[in-house]
């Protein structure tokens, strides 16, 4: 089955500078999907990634797919209190995710410092 | 923003209760799915539905059970709640021909 592993597992960041996270697959991606979660609470769908080399952006937040690597990054540029809170990546099913739902990594918690 | 609601949000419950949460989405999704989260640890498909008459077990085993009698509504109930039962307890859906899943805001079920 396949497994997400997520780095760093905990960050803390002074508000207003930018971080990074990654999400890496032990088999090909054909589908990744980054969640936002705060604590205690359901998941944020944020965005989804397809193909190769593909980026989005919503707000701040970046995220890109490089399938070669079977990786993804996500990008928070100046943040801000409001992004605290645990980011999640997931796999589709057809990356051998299991059964028809996805496959989450452990998270990654981001505390953002005033 | 998503319209798929769970209740109770938090429940308390003694050991050989009969429990049931409840699962509702407006959206018209084909798909819905419970995830199990204990703190700190990754998400666990435990079932998912198709549609109406569609129930599947997850990855993760689970002596809970669901229905789907409606297209909008997708119960869990735990016929006799234990301890080891203590978790959040998640639902999503999402549309056919699609992976994007939409999440409720979860259930904190403790058994005590």
């Known amino acids: 089955s396949q497994e997400l592993e997520q780095s760093p597992q905990s960050l803390i960041v002074q508000e207003g500078k930018n971080l990074t996270i990654n999400c890496t697959s032990s088999k090909t991606l054909y589908g990744l999907y980054w969640y936002k979660q705060k604590y205690g609470e359901g998941l944020i769908f944020l965005m989804m990634?397809?193909?190769?080399?593909e980026e989005k952006s919503h707000e701040k937040i970046t995220a890109k797919l490089d399938e070669k690597k079977q990786q993804s990054s996500l990008h928070i540029t100046a943040s801000q209190p409001s992004h605290a809170g645990i980011y999640l990546c997931g796999a589709g099913p057809y990356s051998g995710g299991g059964a028809d739902g996805l496959t989450f990594g452990k998270g990654t918690h981001l505390i953002i410092q005033p | 923003e998503a319209d798929i609601y769970q209740t109770p949000r938090y429940l308390v419950i003694g050991t050989g209760k009969k429990i049931t949460l409840e699962c509702s989405q407006t959206?018209?999704?084909?798909?819905m799915y419970w995830y199990q989260q204990d703190p700190g640890m990754e998400l666990h498909l435990i079932h998912y539905?198709?549609?109406?008459?569609?129930?599947e077990k997850g990855d993760l085993s689970s002596e809970s059970t669901v229905s789907r009698i409606r297209t909008e509504h997708f119960p869990l109930t735990l016929e006799s709640a234990r301890p080891s039962h203590t978790s959040q307890y998640l639902c999503?859906?999402?549309?056919?021909?699609?992976?994007?899943?939409?999440f409720g805001p979860g259930t904190r079920l403790t058994v005590l």
């Open positions: 539905s198709y549609g109406v008459n569609s129930t």
């Open positions: 959206m018209g999704h084909d798909k």
């Open positions: 990634l397809q193909k190769g080399g």
């Open positions: 999503a859906s999402s549309e056919f021909g699609t992976d994007t899943q939409y």
